[in-house]
């Protein structure tokens, strides 16, 4: 492990920690645009987790001690993951520790943790939240998995450093099994976030709830975990996005200019994303929960549909 | 640059695909007939390239054939269809929609399989999408197996021969061009024909629903 590498590992974690919110609060604004509303503030986001944690928090009396264990595990399986993924560079020391299907499995243990802990205090939201969370996983996972072998096919590994790396040094091609995996992925990734065709972020208190559900309980600090939790999960979710279909910009090279120029392409393109994130929740409507099977089986089709479309064309 | 317009070629028989999952998931007719005439301009643009990588010019021919008829003329003549018949509403499917998809894929890796040995004899630059044009074919023939009702079938009819039109242009750069004609004609007189049919079913059963059709006479 080299200095440069300790570098970028931190470089990528720490801009990580620090733009996740920032994203977060970038959607909101677009949504708001396009929504006719007077936008929130960009930074407010950090505004609430900046109240949150100076207020106090308070905890269920029957709360077992997993329920205060919860959000701090979350948020660390949420920064490890943002450590695995590659941001701004590929030299990652450690990325060889997790590949990509390590990594779903990292969201994995968060979602479990989450749903015990909705379901620990013993309300009705909470495990009706849980219920719905693991539902939405276990449809959602087989999908991500199979736009994870997709790329890994073309590229011949599962590591995400180095699908990165072969994916920006190949020629420019065509790759139809990629459209499919990209369809599939936007797909996944909408209802792994909590976005609007499958759970309104915006709601609170409602009876459709999912995400907002599961955190009914938490307060203080441990809700501004679970929130910067949350915002972290979307932002790695784009970034695995840019990495397996826009790979361009990440710096391959151990050099600190490179490392340098990727931040502005990395910035660019995730306000792009975030955009096109945010017209899609405009276009659509929010789908009853016994709809959402029917969504994430087109999504897991799709993915699969790659992968039989990468086996016939070869590409 | 003829290894680019390969891969567009591929490229678009997968939308190709991809349109024929989603016709077979939509719930709303007048989704379906958008779908369709998506297909249609899908299928211009592979037969243009094709005819272009391949110096063809009957494939421009056969591709304003399709534009004129399946992105302009039948997707007018369904709307009006839908419209006489007061029929915009949501069309039901008699297996639901996961189920479906999972069958598809079935359908997708039998056709890719047995396509796979015809392709290799082709020389087609195209011969590659053979696999994916059976599989438009079986897809539409199974959305006209899980419909009730008259219309999503004539729809799915109309998609198949989409899916037949391109194995032909993919394997062998299409068919003769009389053939061809032959077809187009057919297929439109099948659109007046279905089309009056439907309007016979409705005034004898108040229903567009094809059951109706099992039971030979009135109880």
């Known amino acids: 492990m080299n200095q440069y590498g300790m570098l970028s590992q931190l470089l990528d974690v720490v801009m990580a920690l620090l733009l996740a919110p920032l994203l977060t609060g970038w959607l909101n604004q677009w949504r708001a645009l396009l929504q006719n509303r007077s936008a929130p503030d960009l930074i407010q986001p950090y505004k609430v987790l900046h109240k949150l944690f100076f207020k106090e928090s308070v905890i269920a009396d029957h709360a077992s001690p997993l329920f205060r264990m919860v959000p701090y595990l979350v948020f660390g399986c949420m920064t490890l993951a943002s450590a695995i993924i590659p941001m701004l560079s590929t030299d990652l020391p450690l990325a060889p520790a997790a590949d990509a299907i390590a990594l779903v499995g990292l969201f994995a243990i968060a979602r479990t943790f989450i749903s015990l802990a909705a379901m620990d205090i013993g309300t009705a939201f909470g495990s009706l939240g849980a219920r719905r969370e693991m539902l939405i996983g276990f449809l959602a996972e087989p999908a991500l998995l199979t736009v994870l072998f997709t790329s890994s096919l073309i590229t011949r590994s599962t590591s995400l450093t180095s699908m990165v790396t072969s994916m920006s040094h190949n020629s420019f091609a065509i790759y139809p099994s990629l459209a499919f995996a990209g369809i599939a992925f936007v797909m996944v990734s909408l209802a792994e976030n909590a976005r609007i065709p499958v759970d309104n972020p915006a709601t609170h208190l409602e009876l459709t709830m999912i995400h907002e559900a599961l955190i009914l309980e938490y307060s203080g600090r441990h809700l501004a975990l679970m929130e910067w939790a949350a915002s972290l999960k979307l932002f790695a979710y784009s970034c695995i996005g840019l990495a397996i279909f826009f790979p361009w910009g990440v710096s391959t090279s151990a050099s600190p200019l490179a490392l340098m120029m990727a931040l502005p392409v990395l910035v660019v393109k995730l306000a792009i994303g975030g955009a096109l994130v945010a017209v899609i929740e405009t276009l659509s409507a929010k789908m009853r929960i016994f709809r959402v099977p029917e969504f994430l089986a087109t999504a897991f089709m799709l993915a699969v549909m790659g992968m039989l479309v990468h086996f016939l064309l070869g590409a | ?219």
């Open chain 2, 1 to 219: 640059m003829p290894n680019l317009v390969g891969q567009l070629i591929n490229l678009l028989a997968s939308i190709l695909l991809i349109l024929s999952f989603a016709m077979l998931s939509q719930r709303r007719i007048l989704s379906l007939i958008r779908l369709f005439t998506f297909q249609g301009v899908t299928l211009v643009a592979a037969t243009i390239l094709l005819g272009y990588s391949t110096n063809q010019p009957h494939l421009y021919y056969s591709a304003a054939l399709t534009q004129v008829l399946k992105v302009m003329v039948i997707p007018t003549l369904l709307h009006r269809l839908i419209n006489h018949l007061n029929v915009r509403w949501d069309t039901e499917t008699l297996i639901n929609i996961p189920t479906t998809m999972m069958i598809g894929i079935i359908l997708v890796i039998f056709s890719f399989n047995l396509a796979a040995p015809i392709s290799s004899l082709s020389t087609s630059i195209a011969r590659s999408t053979l696999g994916i044009a059976l599989a438009c074919v079986l897809l539409s023939f199974m959305m006209m197996i899980t419909r009730a009702k008259a219309v999503p079938q004539v729809i799915g009819f109309l998609s198949m021969e989409n899916g037949l039109f391109f194995s032909a242009t993919a394997a062998v750069y299409g068919m003769p061009m009389v053939v061809e004609l032959g077809i187009a004609l057919d297929v439109l007189m099948g659109i007046l024909i279905l089309g009056v049919f439907m309007f016979q079913i409705r005034e004898r059963f108040d229903s567009l629903d094809i059951s109706h059709l099992e039971k030979l006479k009135e109880d």
